[in-house]
């Protein structure tokens, strides 16, 4: 598989956001100011909040098509849920002592065990042969790139 087919499969993209997060919840893990975690903070709850909607607005309705899903997907969908609650809970929010922290943390968790479950369950080429993961990879780098527009638009940190 050439870079191109690399950077526009889906799964490949989908995997490549949730290692950016993690990342950026490991940074958080280090910091030591208040400043650095509201700025990551807000990186997660944005990289976070763009993820969810493109694989529940194209990803997962291809992925539940072409494996007549009925567990995985609404699963997935009711751990989105959650994740939604923690970053709104956490967005705009000062870091102001250890409920902020255990907030973050347990998102961090969170994202963690959606992220295995993914992998190892979804993410799996027997449940993805059917896909053609690059053309929904097409159309999640240009859906992605309007989600963080507007993001940007509505005056996000």
Do not use: W
Request: proline residues 2%.
């Amino acid at each position: 598989m050439s870079n191109t087919q690399l950077e526009s499969n889906a799964v490949s993209l989908l995997k490549a956001d949730h290692v950016t997060v993690m990342e950026l919840f490991a940074q958080f893990e280090k910091a030591t100011t208040n400043d650095d975690k509201k700025k990551l903070v807000s990186e997660i709850c944005r990289e976070l909040s763009v993820h969810t909607q493109l694989e529940e607005e194209i990803f997962y309705p291809a992925f539940k098509a072409a494996n007549s899903d009925k567990l995985l997907v609404p699963e997935a969908t009711v751990e989105h849920d959650t994740i939604r609650d923690l970053i709104e809970q956490l967005e705009g929010a000062e870091p102001n002592g250890e409920m902020y922290d255990a907030k973050v943390k347990v998102l961090s968790e969170y994202v963690k065990h959606h992220v295995k479950e993914e992998h190892g369950e979804m993410f799996i080429d027997e449940k993805t042969n059917a896909l053609d993961l690059d053309k929904l990879g097409s159309q999640m780098i240009e859906r992605k790139a309007d989600l963080l527009a507007d993001r940007n638009g509505q005056g996000a940190d």
